[in-house]
């Protein structure tokens, strides 16, 4: 049987054009100039699929890995975009490659959403050396979705599983433990009426404050919730820090933190940068009329000429499905303050988020959220697709 002809293939091909028309209308509906202080967008690298930039993360040198979703594909690249390398590939098959991060050692983590399917490598969390070598460091639930990746004071792990309502903990050793689990983290189509986001997406892009509290986006409830971290490490209760507001965070994808406490978050399908102070007040800063095109993850510069710098991954999906004009690149924008930086000391894993024990420390969350708008079904349609129009396209190393 031709998939390309089966009957779940037309309907997600009639549904991402009709969302591809939602997001234009959207668009061009919010339009606005460039708030006070925010730079214009710069495009520092130019993509074109299958080559759908979706996870970023940088290293104590200032150098940015950008995940490829559809293929795979790790790019190592100066801020400037250049210099660009394959770091290494990890198969998707039918699925996305999402989240990144990078401890101080330099070894990158990725998370793979990649269903088990044919001709992938394993569902989970891999580990990537700097000389490219790449081993799984954990497998997690293959009906879950494994997304954004941020590092608890600990040194371990904590991954968001969009489709199972969980953040999971992954120790330097792959053992795999739920750390929070709770409907504020679950995803709901019914959140939000007419929402861009086809399935129902919750826990996304993860964040730490300089207290130590954990904020996730939950993508289809179009809200931030703020997890504390008790003094074990173990998760808090989750509560709402912003939010729910589908007029503005329906969609909320990555998340970062500065150095004063204010969150930036990547709102996939409505192309919107959003600002939410300490108080929860969101201000939107940028949208698709200065450049944004699906944004999906964020990180700050980690160099004193890119601290005040975030770079942006324009995944364009939706675009790219619906038959539109895609524009996946990565794009910096320049913002007020500087992102949190700084490496606590927390024994020899030199683990990157705040340590709640140290008043005022700022740490930082290297790997932003990143966001998947597919099911595991509805992924190999869209597997099926990618590989249709770019057949002879390369897959790195």
């Known amino acids: 049987m031709d998939r390309n002809r089966s009957p779940l293939f037309r309907r997600f091909v009639a549904l991402g054009a009709s969302v591809g028309l939602a997001v234009a209308m959207l668009t061009g509906a919010s339009a606005q100039g460039l708030t006070p202080g925010v730079s214009p967008l710069t495009t520092i690298a130019t993509l074109a699929p299958p080559q759908l930039p979706e996870g970023i993360a940088v290293d104590r040198q200032g150098r940015l890995y950008v995940g490829m979703a559809p293929t795979g594909e790790i790019r190592r690249m100066a801020p400037d975009g250049s ?49 490219g070598a790449r081993a799984l460091l954990a497998a997690l639930p293959a009906d879950g979705l494994p997304n954004a990746i941020a590092f608890h004071r600990s040194g371990d792990l904590l991954v968001s ?5 969980t953040i999971w903990r992954v120790t330097r050793a792959g053992q795999v433990s739920a750390w929070a689990q709770h409907p504020l983290l679950q995803g709901d189509l019914t959140a939000c009426p007419g929402t861009l986001v086809p399935f129902p997406v919750g826990a996304n892009g993860l964040a730490f404050n300089r207290r130590g509290d954990l904020f996730v986006a939950n993508t289809t409830k179009a809200l931030v919730a703020r997890v504390p971290v008790n003094a074990d490490g173990s998760a808090g209760t989750p509560a709402v820090f912003a939010g729910p507001d589908c007029a503005t965070l329906d969609g909320a994808d990555g998340l970062v933190m500065d150095a004063q406490d204010t969150l930036y978050v990547a709102v996939n399908g409505a192309d919107r940068l959003v600002r939410i102070d300490p108080a929860g007040r969101q201000q939107i800063l940028a949208t698709g009329a200065q450049g944004l095109n699906g944004p999906a993850s964020l990180v700050f510069g980690a160099t004193p000429a890119t601290q005040r710098d975030l770079f942006i991954t324009n995944f364009s999906l939706l675009p790219f499905l619906s038959g539109g004009t895609p524009r996946p690149a990565v794009v910096r924008v320049t913002v007020a303050s500087p992102g949190a930086i700084g490496f606590p000391r927390t024994g020899s894993a030199e683990a990157q988020a705040p340590d709640a024990g140290a008043p005022g420390a700022v740490g ?6 990143s966001m998947l708008l597919l099911g595991a079904g509805a992924l190999t349609a869209a597997g099926v697709t990618v590989r249709r129009r770019v057949a002879s396209a390369p897959h790195g190393r």
């Open 83 to 131: 210099q660009q390398v394959t770091l290494a590939t990890i198969r998707p098959g039918a699925g996305f490659l999402t989240g990144l991060a990078v401890d101080p050692a330099g070894t990158l983590y990725a998370a793979l959403g990649s269903s088990n399917s044919p001709d992938s490598d394993a569902h989970g969390v891999w580990r990537v050396a700097p000389d």
């Open 364 to 369: 930082r969350t290297w790997a932003p959220g």
């Open 161 to 165: 599983d969009s489709f199972l309502g």
